[in-house]
């Protein structure tokens, strides 16, 4: 087996010189000495001075029984003896003693020890060279049991300079070596660098470690440090409380939201502060046209009388004087007019008659003079016949409305607001509360929301502005017939007699022709069905003059139907 010894000739285990005889390599016969090859269960003994001790008082050897190695058994080529030199005498030893008892036993498979040897070495198996291959002898470091022993010294008698070995090419260092695992101990498997000089190669890397250790140590507390500074100066120091909070938006709003909504018809929405000689009030209008007109109630800029002054402020803050262009207290609708004011925002219209109940709507107005109140809730109903006004007790002031009820928020100062739909279009102009304590009534008085508001729609609303701003007044559709408002059964009733002798049916008017007549009580408008006079004429005036209507009526028990054009009046 090739171990990584040198490749050059190597002389066999037997061939160490000793003092007092001859050292020869390699035998060229069996001599008496060694004999032939010995049997199974014989040893083999070689003759050896143990000059480590004291020299042997005579040229008697000292036999040390070896166990049979299979170095025997390959016999390498036989050498030349070299030629005999002349005995040096050997000094006379004193008696030395023996180094171990001797074994009583005779214990296999040393026997017993000679007295003047010490106790043999274990035999260790060695590699087997292949044949041909020369062997080093005993002075290259090993003796024939792989132990490493110490060579003879050059000036001890008998030494004799082992032959000079052939010159090898130096193998070329490996990283992997071939092990043997009963060779002498020599160089690891692989090659762990150059060695370290002193402990210099460990103290540098601990400098190094610890120069690491410093620098990490130096940055992880450069950023704490670091932190801390600027969290006291975020927050004004470790003790001062400092509550998280969400940062800005942009603000963006969908457009059917309640805030877009808002956003989108604020612009077009003013406040009107009105005073009289006797009386004030605060109200809410909208922008109609880039011409400065604005619509509201009649009962908002009522107070102002003939001589009164009416301030409108603008969502952004800016006022301006106004004048009311026309009036009318049967539809409670009334329009101002400012003059000298720029870059007007006019609110668009909607038709009421597609409001569905349910749909979400916006009111927007001024309650109680807090100017651009948002509130927001659905239609609740449509075609709620409603009346309010009435303070003069003549019935001029009256207002009849086929209103939408919703449920958003309206208190005084609501009056005259749009109410808007998702596009932020009007379907409707905010007129009356059904106050807990005092039933229906206008937003004049102080009674608060209870979730009953009602609008006047916006397709008579345009009508009516219209011709107040055309002609300065309304007109209303008529039938031509007087009711009898003290009847409490179900329907109008037609007057029986009229007052201070006038006719109850208008000669040559619309009921005239139809073949209305005086006691007749009129049950139906177009199929849907009416159950008193004040609910006939807000039936009535949903519709503009000129317009065709179905009338149901009941005459001596028996049901009629008649059809009939609308008449016009002016409004007051």
Same mark, same amino acid.
């Given at each position: 087996?090739?171990?990584?010894? #040198?490749?050059?000739?190597?002389?066999?285990?037997?061939?160490?010189?000793?003092?007092?005889?001859?050292?020869?390599?390699?035998?060229?016969?069996?001599?008496?000495?060694?004999?032939?090859?010995?049997?199974?269960?014989?040893?083999?003994?070689?003759?050896?001075?143990?000059?480590?001790?004291?020299?042997?008082?005579?040229?008697?050897?000292?036999?040390?029984?070896?166990?049979?190695?299979?170095?025997?058994?390959?016999?390498?080529?036989?050498?030349?003896?070299?030629?005999?030199?002349?005995?040096?005498?050997?000094?006379?030893? *004193?008696?030395?003693?023996?180094?171990?008892?001797?074994?009583?036993?005779?214990?296999?498979?040393?026997?017993?020890?000679?007295?003047?040897?010490?106790?043999?070495?274990?035999?260790?198996?060695?590699?087997?060279?292949?044949?041909?291959?020369?062997?080093?002898?005993?002075?290259?470091?090993?003796?024939?049991?792989?132990?490493?022993?110490?060579?003879?010294?050059?000036?001890?008698?008998?030494?004799?300079?082992?032959?000079?070995?052939?010159?090898?090419?130096?193998?070329?260092?490996?990283?992997?070596?071939?092990?043997?695992?009963?060779?002498?101990?020599?160089?690891?498997?692989?090659?762990?660098?150059?060695?370290?000089?002193?402990?210099?190669?460990?103290?540098?890397?601990?400098?190094? #470690?610890?120069?690491?250790?410093?620098?990490?140590?130096?940055?992880?507390?450069?950023?704490?440090?670091?932190?801390?500074?600027?969290?006291?100066?975020?927050?004004?120091?470790?003790?001062?409380?400092?509550?998280?909070?969400?940062?800005?938006?942009?603000?963006?709003?969908?457009?059917?939201?309640?805030?877009?909504?808002?956003?989108?018809?604020?612009?077009?929405?003013?406040? &009107?502060?009105?005073?009289?000689?006797?009386?004030?009030?605060?109200?809410?209008?909208?922008?109609?046209?880039?011409?400065?007109?604005?619509?509201?109630?009649?009962?908002?800029?009522?107070?102002?009388?003939?001589?009164?002054?009416?301030?409108?402020?603008?969502?952004?803050?800016?006022?301006? *004087?106004?004048?009311?262009?026309?009036? %009318?207290?049967?539809?409670?609708?009334?329009?101002?007019?400012?003059?000298?004011?720029?870059?007007?925002?006019?609110?668009?219209?909607?038709?009421?008659?597609?409001?569905?109940?349910? %749909?979400?709507?916006?009111?927007?107005?001024?309650?109680? %003079?807090? #100017?651009?109140?948002?509130?927001?809730?659905?239609?609740?109903?449509?075609? *709620?016949?409603?009346?309010?006004? +009435?303070?003069?007790?003549?019935?001029?002031?009256?207002?009849?409305?086929?209103? &939408?009820?919703?449920?958003?928020?309206?208190?005084?100062?609501?009056?005259?607001?749009?109410?808007? /739909?998702? %596009?932020?279009?009007?379907?409707?102009?905010?007129?009356?509360?059904?106050?807990?304590?005092?039933?229906?009534?206008?937003?004049?008085?102080? #009674? +608060?929301?209870?979730?009953?508001?009602?609008?006047?729609?916006?397709?008579?609303?345009?009508?009516?502005?219209?011709? &107040?701003?055309?002609?300065?007044?309304?007109?209303?559709?008529?039938?031509?017939?007087?009711?009898?408002?003290?009847?409490?059964?179900?329907?109008?009733?037609? /007057?029986?007699?009229?007052?201070?002798?006038?006719?109850?049916?208008?000669?040559?008017?619309?009921?005239?022709?139809?073949?209305?007549?005086?006691?007749?009580?009129?049950?139906?408008?177009?199929?849907?069905?009416?159950?008193?006079?004040?609910?006939?004429?807000?039936?009535?005036?949903?519709?503009?003059?000129?317009?065709?209507?179905?009338?149901? &009526?009941?005459?001596?028990?028996? /049901?009629?139907?008649?059809?009939?054009?609308?008449?016009?009046?002016?409004?007051?």
């Amino acid at each position: 087996m090739e171990d990584g010894k #040198s490749t050059g000739p190597k002389a066999t285990w037997w061939s160490r010189p000793a003092p007092g005889r001859t050292t020869r390599t390699a035998p060229d016969e069996p001599s008496p000495a060694e004999g032939t090859a010995p049997t199974a269960g014989t040893t083999d003994a070689t003759v050896v001075a143990d000059t480590r001790n004291a020299p042997v008082a005579d040229a008697t050897e000292a036999r040390v029984h070896l166990a049979d190695t299979p170095a025997r058994a390959a016999t390498p080529e036989p050498v030349p003896p070299p030629a005999p030199e002349p005995m040096a005498p050997v000094p006379a030893a *004193r008696p030395v003693a023996p180094l171990h008892q001797p074994d009583e036993y005779s214990t296999p498979p040393y026997g017993g020890p000679g007295p003047w040897a010490p106790a043999p070495p274990v035999q260790r198996p060695v590699p087997t060279p292949a044949h041909g291959t020369p062997v080093p002898g005993q002075h290259a470091g090993t003796n024939g049991a792989g132990l490493p022993t110490a060579p003879a010294h050059p000036t001890a008698p008998g030494f004799t300079p082992p032959p000079p070995l052939p010159q090898q090419p130096q193998a070329q260092p490996t990283q992997w070596l071939p092990y043997d695992p009963w060779g002498a101990p020599r160089q690891p498997l692989t090659n762990p660098g150059p060695p370290l000089g002193a402990d210099g190669g460990r103290k540098k890397n601990r400098r190094g #470690s610890l120069l690491i250790g410093a620098v990490l140590l130096a940055l992880v507390a450069g950023g704490i440090g670091g932190g801390i500074g600027a969290y006291i100066e975020r927050n004004g120091g470790l003790t001062r409380v400092e509550l998280p909070q969400t940062g800005r938006n942009s603000g963006g709003r969908a457009p059917d939201s309640v805030a877009g909504i808002a956003a989108s018809a604020l612009p077009s929405v003013v406040t &009107l502060h009105v005073s009289g000689t006797t009386e004030s009030g605060t109200g809410t209008g909208f922008v109609l046209d880039n011409s400065g007109h604005i619509l509201t109630n009649n009962h908002v800029v009522a107070p102002a009388g003939s001589g009164g002054e009416i301030t409108v402020t603008f969502s952004g803050g800016e006022t301006a *004087r106004a004048e009311v262009v026309g009036k %009318d207290s049967g539809y409670d609708l009334a329009v101002v007019k400012v003059t000298g004011v720029s870059g007007l925002k006019p609110l668009p219209l909607g038709n009421s008659d597609n409001v569905q109940v349910g %749909d979400p709507v916006v009111a927007i107005g001024a309650p109680f %003079d807090l #100017s651009n109140t948002v509130t927001s809730g659905i239609i609740s109903a449509k075609d *709620r016949p409603i009346t309010a006004g +009435g303070e003069k007790g003549d019935g001029s002031d009256v207002s009849y409305v086929d209103a &939408l009820q919703t449920d958003a928020p309206i208190n005084p100062g609501n009056s005259g607001g749009p109410l808007v /739909d998702t %596009d932020a279009h009007v379907i409707g102009i905010n007129s009356a509360i059904r106050a807990a304590d005092s039933g229906s009534s206008t937003e004049g008085g102080q #009674s +608060g929301s209870i979730g009953l508001g009602f609008a006047i729609p916006i397709n008579q609303g345009k009508r009516v502005a219209e011709e &107040l701003i055309n002609t300065g007044k309304a007109t209303h559709p008529v039938i031509g017939v007087t009711l009898d408002m003290k009847y409490t059964g179900d329907g109008a009733k037609v /007057d029986e007699k009229g007052a201070a002798g006038k006719p109850v049916v208008t000669p040559g008017g619309p009921g005239a022709k139809a073949g209305i007549k005086p006691g007749d009580v009129i049950t139906e408008v177009d199929g849907r069905r009416v159950h008193s006079g004040e609910e006939l004429i807000v039936k009535i005036r949903a519709h503009r003059p000129g317009d065709r209507l179905d009338l149901g &009526l009941t005459r001596g028990g028996k /049901d009629l139907s008649i059809s009939l054009t609308l008449g016009s009046a002016s409004g007051t």
